[in-house]
């Protein structure tokens, strides 16, 4: 049986509750459960709800949203999905594929997606012409977070070479500090690994090694010297971050056990939800190097029957791409509204930061989606290259051995 007629069957089985339910329904599978994740989803609950909606909540616990993901196939083939899921990049393209998505072209065509929506993301959102997902904000991954006291109190300003950053960190070290907040998850060992690869490589080595998987660029020098700063990174994090979770490496930060960590802004959730203040008890910084990599946060919504679900699927739709969501959500989340229309006036310095490189970086051509964080590669691809990261950085393996171990994954991969 297809996953369409898988589908189909159990959607025939759900008519009746939808016969007896009234109003719109949604089932909502997302992995935002951290404080400042929480309190970011809360707001589209709250905005469903305030419009007669009836939110049905599926959070899969675990940054990156592995498990999410695990636990939408499983929730497909057993012929049950959730009416509306967090989807990214690539991902959208695969399950379209696949046959199990709706199509939400009448509320983006009566909300004028195409005219809002930047084209370079208005392009993931659509599938063969229609539109598959609704774009939820513009998170970007290449930040080095800092504990804003610990680094003056040593005399250290905000790295802006990896040099820079290495010199600082071994001081910190020298006085016992703990340089690097780190999580040992794959997913956050390849999110430290894209922004070096950025920062070492440049953008366009970046577009050619990690978007396009060019075998030169894969095995090149540079790449070398990007798993040699990995090493070098490894040496600046204490010994029990193995597992850790992203959230609870950005309260070490936070609380003074460690001064830096480098992950995308959804880090900033945390410090806000905790009451921190960006300027005053911490500080931000785009990673060493030129460029932004970027990671849309989005939902698709799945094939179902009943005019309740159908109903619930078109208003979350709609709610998304708003504009009081876009400001209050993106608020919360640490991220950037999707829509250039949405006033930055109450958002804090470092998302105008963000804004304000994201439209610079999309005129030089330096604009790029995040591998670590599915929105340059299909997952086959993109998953090759976070394990052998997450072996070298696991073990004393040499950059020699992993960019060849790099080439032959990919080119297994293919
Ligand atoms: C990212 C996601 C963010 C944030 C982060 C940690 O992949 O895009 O919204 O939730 O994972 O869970």
Request: proline fraction near 3%; charge should be negative.
């Amino acid at each position: 049986m297809t996953l369409r007629m898988t589908l189909a069957a159990s959607a025939a089985s759900l008519c009746y509750a939808s016969v007896v339910l009234a109003g719109p329904q949604a089932e909502v599978l997302h992995w935002w459960t951290s404080g400042g994740e929480a309190r970011a989803v809360a707001v589209l609950q709250e905005e469903f709800s305030a419009r007669g909606g009836t939110w049905t909540d599926m959070p899969v616990a675990g940054g990156g949203g592995d498990a999410a993901m695990t636990a939408l196939r499983a929730r497909v083939l057993s012929g049950n999905a959730p009416t509306a899921v967090q989807l990214k990049g690539p991902a959208i393209q695969e399950w379209y594929e696949e046959g199990v998505l709706a199509d939400i072209s009448s509320v983006a065509e009566a909300q004028g997606w195409a005219d809002i929506l930047p084209a370079s993301i208005a392009g993931h959102m659509q599938c063969d012409g229609v539109w598959c997902a609704a774009p939820v904000n513009v998170h970007r991954v290449d930040w080095v977070w800092a504990n804003k006291s610990i680094i003056e109190a040593h005399g250290i300003a905000m790295p802006t070479t990896w040099d820079e950053f290495n010199a600082a960190a071994e001081k910190l070290q020298a006085a016992g500090i703990t340089p690097l907040a780190h999580g040992g998850q794959s997913w956050q060992d390849a999110t430290v690994f894209e922004t070096v690869v950025l920062g070492l490589g440049g953008p366009d080595f970046f577009r050619s090694a990690l978007v396009d998987l060019d075998m030169d660029a894969l095995t090149s020098d540079t790449m070398k010297a990007v798993f040699d700063q990995m090493r070098t990174l490894r040496g600046f994090v204490d010994s029990n971050f193995s597992g850790r979770d992203w959230n609870l490496a950005t309260a070490m930060v936070m609380n003074g056990e460690a001064a830096f960590q480098i992950m995308g802004d959804w880090a900033k959730g945390e410090f806000l939800a905790a009451g921190k203040v960006p300027g005053e008890d911490f500080l931000c910084a785009s990673t060493p190097g030129d460029g932004y990599l970027y990671n849309v946060d989005s939902f698709a919504m799945f094939s179902v029957s009943g005019d309740d679900n159908i109903a619930g699927q078109n208003l979350l739709a709609e709610l998304i791409v708003g504009e009081s969501f876009q400001k209050v959500f993106n608020l919360n989340k640490g991220s950037i509204p999707v829509r250039a229309d949405v006033a930055l006036d109450e958002f804090d310095s470092c998302a105008v930061l963000s804004a304000n490189d994201m439209v610079a970086t999309a005129e030089a051509g330096s604009l790029l989606p995040s591998y670590a964080h599915g929105m340059a590669l299909r997952g086959a691809q993109a998953g090759a290259i976070t394990d052998v990261v997450t072996a070298h950085f696991n073990s004393d393996m040499s950059a020699d051995d992993a960019v060849r171990m790099l080439a032959d994954a990919v080119a297994n991969s293919l």
